[in-house]
């Protein structure tokens, strides 16, 4: 935000300009139209003490994040990175329920880019377009989503009853993080996780509801399995029945793999075998 620029004062005409060179007159034209113009491009209009936010407003963050990458890798990368993960196995003895706001934190307070915004804010300032925000507190009011899993237009307003209709989803779970080797690491290393951007996107609330707490080998978007106690049984399923048209789950996976590489979390068998066999199908 640029600050707010002291206004140009006009220069004092003297006495008896009618004598003077019409040289002089010009160069003080310039010079004025000059002068008025760096006050128009250096003056924010919001930033002056009688100007009042309005609902059209779109005033940004001091520090907004950088806007979401159409992809995490190529799907060639992503498919070497995936085979030197290294082996994990998910174990769920009962320690995470009820326990996550004491194993991540308080949701959303972490400060990950210390921007002076809470997390939350900073992925719908990121994620979604045509936004109304009020920079004093970082608040998202209004904006638009374009949902990368169902490609559905989802118009966002902040409200107790309509707020849900867009939630924040961890690619990689949290449950799933703690069960497949998070648990044992520090307390500092699962806030962080649960406030990377690289972990987070601002998606369809019902999606990321049916996403829940499942890993690649559960759940794809755009394609669901018939394995509807999968996380009270801890099934998992590889996929071999793959659509014809593989482009959202590929996407999928090559901005998954990122998260496990840059916190060096491994990977079950079976989602070791259901991400190979997704980016195998992908053309790049």
Not at 34 to 59: H, K, L, W
Not at 166 to 194: C, M, N
Not at 213 to 242: A, I, K, T
Not at 265 to 274: C, I, K, N, S, Y
Request: charged share 20%; with cysteine.
């Amino acid at each position: 935000m640029s600050r707010r620029q002291p206004y140009g004062s006009r220069p004092n005409r003297r006495r008896g300009t009618r004598g003077q060179s019409p040289r002089l007159l010009l160069l003080l034209v310039v010079v004025g139209a000059i002068v008025a113009g760096v006050g128009y491009f250096s003056t924010d209009a919001g930033d002056q003490p009688t100007a009042q936010p309005t609902a059209e407003a779109t005033a940004q963050p001091a520090a907004p994040v950088a806007p979401v990458p159409a992809s995490g890798l190529a799907s060639a990368e992503a498919l070497a990175l995936v085979a030197t993960l290294p082996d994990a196995v998910y174990t769920d003895d009962g320690s995470y329920a009820g326990n996550r706001q004491e194993l991540f934190g308080d949701a959303w307070a972490f400060d990950f880019d210390q921007n002076g915004c809470d997390t939350r804010n900073d992925i719908l300032t990121r994620d979604l377009t045509g936004t109304d925000i009020d920079p004093a507190t970082c608040r998202v009011y209004t904006g638009i989503l374009s949902d990368p899993y169902t490609g559905e237009t989802i118009n966002f307003v902040r409200g107790q009853d309509t707020s849900a209709d867009v939630q924040i989803d961890h690619l990689l779970p949290l449950k799933a993080v703690y069960a497949t080797g998070g648990e044992a690491w520090p307390a500092e290393k699962r806030e962080a996780l649960a406030n990377d951007p690289v972990n987070l996107l601002a998606v369809k609330g019902t999606e990321n509801s049916s996403k829940s707490d499942s890993l690649p080998s559960e759940w794809l978007p755009g394609f669901y399995p018939d394995v509807s106690d999968r996380h009270d049984l801890g099934q998992r399923v590889v996929w071999d029945d793959l659509p014809a048209d593989t482009g959202l789950q590929c996407w999928y996976i090559d901005k998954l793999v990122p998260v496990f590489v840059a916190y060096d979390l491994g990977v079950t068998p079976e989602d070791r075998a259901a991400m190979t066999a997704v980016l195998e199908s992908c053309t790049v």
